[in-house]
Each structure stands twice: as C-alpha cells, then as structure tokens.
C-alpha cells in the first residue's frame, strides 16, 4: 500500500458537520445541532487546536444528552501534511475508525451481556468449566487459573498480564489463542486489577465455545443490526482507503496499516478478537451509548445495563466496571462527569465516556498514532475537552 498524501493542519485543518442523523444513518437520536458552533465553540477549538499541534491529525467528536444529538462534527484530515503537498482526505462524519479497544465494551461486552440475560453465562463461574483449555498442565503450580471467573475477565483482575506480543510467537488465529490460553498469570486472582489485552483475548475466545458462533456473526445479528450501526470487523471492510490509517508499521507488518487493525495480536487472528478489530463511524458509537443510556432498549435489559456498567467493589480501589471502566482520580473523562459515569479507552486515540446522571455520551474517535504511538498529547486533551463539554451544559 502505498504512502498516503498527507495535509495541511492548523489554521488549515478542515471540519465539517455531520448530516442528519434521521436521513443518514441510526436513529435513536433526533438531530439537535443547530447550535452545535456557538454551544460548544470551546470544545471545538481544543480539538483544532489538538490538531495544530499535531496530538492527532483528526478527528470526530459527538455529543448526545437524553435522546437528542447536541454536536457531531469532524475535525482534520487523515494525515498530516507539508504544505507543498496534496492534501489527503478530510475527515468526515462517515469515516469509519479503528476503535481499537472500544471493541471490548461495544462488540465483546455487549455478547456478554446477551449471554448473561439468556442465563447462558454465570458471571461466577469458573473460566476453566466453560474453556478446559485454560486450565493448568498437569502438575504444575500454584493452580491459581482455576479460582478465575468470567467476572474476573470483565474486571480486569483475574491475574492475567496487560499485554505479551503473541504475534511474534506464533502464526494463525488458533495458535495465537492457543499460546494465549496458556500464558501465566502474572499474580494472584483478585489480589489486584491489571488492565489485561490478553484477558479479553481469552474472553472472546470463552463467548464463542459457550455461543457456539462467531463474536462478529454474534455482534452484527443481535447488536448491531437491531441499532442500525455501520460497525464491521476488519476482514468485512471493502474501501481501505475510506479508513484513516494508524501507523507505519516498521516492526511487524513493514507497511502503511490502513483499513485493518492496528492492534498487532488482533491483526495476526485474522483481524477479529476479542480486545480489537472493531470499526465504526461517529454516529454509530453515539447511538450504541444512547441506547445504554437509554436502559438498552431494544437490544438490552436495564438490568444488564445496571449491572456491567457499576463499579466492583473487589479488589479494593478499582475503578473497573464489567468491560467498562468508571472515572478515576485523574481520569481522561475529566473532573465534571458524575461518579456513576462509564466509558472506555481504545489505543488509537478513541473514547467514549456517558454520564447517566446527566443523560450524556461524549464520543471521541481519532487516529493519535499517526504516524508512531509516541505521541502522548491526546492524554492533555481528552480531559479538558469533556469538561468543556460539561461546562456548555446547562445547569442540571
């Protein structure tokens, strides 16, 4: 694939108002952004002001509160760029992003909730009853991978480690599972949360033995096509090139990574697992957080919703929901969403973050790892920008 063009950025970078939501895509929200400019204009200008100062090089931003879309706006273009050079394309409405690890609470966590409603996933049991494989060798200890639980899993603290770059271990969906489910935990289950790639990979791995179906087969029949969300894992993308890329890959795939995910153990499965590959555009994430929101109708039961998106209490100090994560002191949700509030991060510079208190879902999809993942500048602006949001609010 070749290089793309890349675009001016700054006082150059473009933006532009999604269409209405009614006409265009889901409809769980009725279009209220006529006033989007004058409400939000601080909001706005952080992130081109985020732009110009090359934290990303683009960026979607949607608001929603009580069933009304406030804001949905795109920022920026899908590189950056040289002013002597072409521009590449602008960021618009339709882009579909890589989400990265939103595909833990939107696709694998929503399967869970499904599972969990149809009392075909007990949240206490154990991981090794419903996926042997995990179990320990024979013979070995301590045999602390039997005491795991699903809900451990969710929760980020069955004692499995953050990360361990499978990819370079081994070739195939089934060997990169298969060299997962052996993996050592790192510490004792529930003695500690470590935010843990491979516990979702495992996960995945768990929802589809006890569906007996696919977690993108599972997700697009009974989450997404209901909603009417444009989201697809990344093997079903047909236009590459309408997706911004993420990075320049020097190390494993020696190429421009474009239209497929950025997350290299996801990328070597095929493109499909359960902690990456999903994409989606703007008003896709905003209508799910909507219908969350919204007490999950007609997807979910309010109960389900209540229960995977509250904080556990175990182990002490954790700000983990069941596949969601709750604000924490600092959070990149900033200092003014309510403690009942829920969200999630992806790597590639994505967010989503609601606030039942209020009604609100703020939405965030860029591509901060253009060129490389060193760029950190995004940790600066994701927080002032919700408060901004917050602050345009009227009084509750």
Not at 72 to 95: I, L, N
Not at 238 to 261: C, K, S
Not at 294 to 313: C, D, I, K, N
Request: hydrophobic share 40%.
């Amino acid at each position: 694939m070749s290089t793309p063009s890349e675009q001016p950025h700054g006082d150059e970078a473009s933006s532009s108002t999604c269409p209405n939501p009614a006409t265009s895509g889901p409809s769980l929200l009725s279009d209220c952004t006529s006033d989007q400019e004058r409400r939000f204009a601080d909001a706005f200008h952080l992130l081109e002001v985020g732009i110009a100062q090359r934290a990303f090089p683009g960026a979607s931003l949607a608001i929603t509160q009580r069933g009304k879309l406030l804001a949905c706006k795109a920022f920026g273009h899908f590189t950056y760029a040289d002013a002597a050079e072409q521009p590449s394309p602008p960021v618009t409405c339709q882009t579909a992003w890589d989400l990265a690890s939103l595909t833990k609470p939107i696709a694998t966590t929503s399967m869970a909730m499904l599972l969990w409603q149809r009392e075909q996933l007990p949240l206490d049991a154990r991981v090794v009853t419903l996926l042997p494989e995990f179990a320990n060798p024979a013979g070995t200890a301590p045999k602390w991978r039997e005491l795991v639980t699903v809900r451990m899993l969710l929760a980020h603290s069955s004692g499995l480690p953050a990360h361990r770059k499978l990819y370079l271990e081994r070739t195939g969906r089934q060997a990169i599972l298969a060299a997962a489910l052996s993996i050592p935990l790192a510490f004792p289950p529930m003695t500690r949360v470590e935010y843990s790639d491979i516990g979702f990979l495992v996960f995945g791995e768990l929802l589809e033995r006890v569906a007996a179906e696919s977690l993108s087969t599972f997700c697009q029949r009974e989450v997404f096509a209901p909603l009417k969300l444009n989201f697809a894992f990344s093997p079903d993308l047909t236009a590459p090139q309408a997706v911004p890329p993420t990075v320049i890959d020097t190390d494993f795939r020696h190429r421009i990574v474009q239209g497929e995910v950025n997350d290299e153990n996801a990328s070597a499965m095929g493109g499909v697992g359960g902690h990456a590959g999903l994409f989606g555009d703007i008003l896709s994430v905003a209508t799910f957080a909507e219908c969350l929101l919204h007490g999950g109708a007609p997807v979910f039961q309010p109960r389900s919703v209540e229960l995977f998106t509250t904080r556990q209490l175990r182990p002490t100090g954790t700000s983990r929901a069941l596949g969601w994560d709750t604000p924490s002191i600092p959070s990149q949700s900033g200092i003014r969403f309510s403690a009942r509030s829920f969200g999630h991060l992806g790597y590639t510079g994505t967010s989503l973050w609601c606030d039942p208190e209020r009604g609100l879902s703020v939405t965030l999809l860029t591509n901060r790892t253009w060129p490389d993942a060193r760029n950190q500048a995004i940790k600066q602006v994701r927080p002032a920008l919700h408060d901004a949001i917050v602050r345009a609010l009227p009084k509750p």
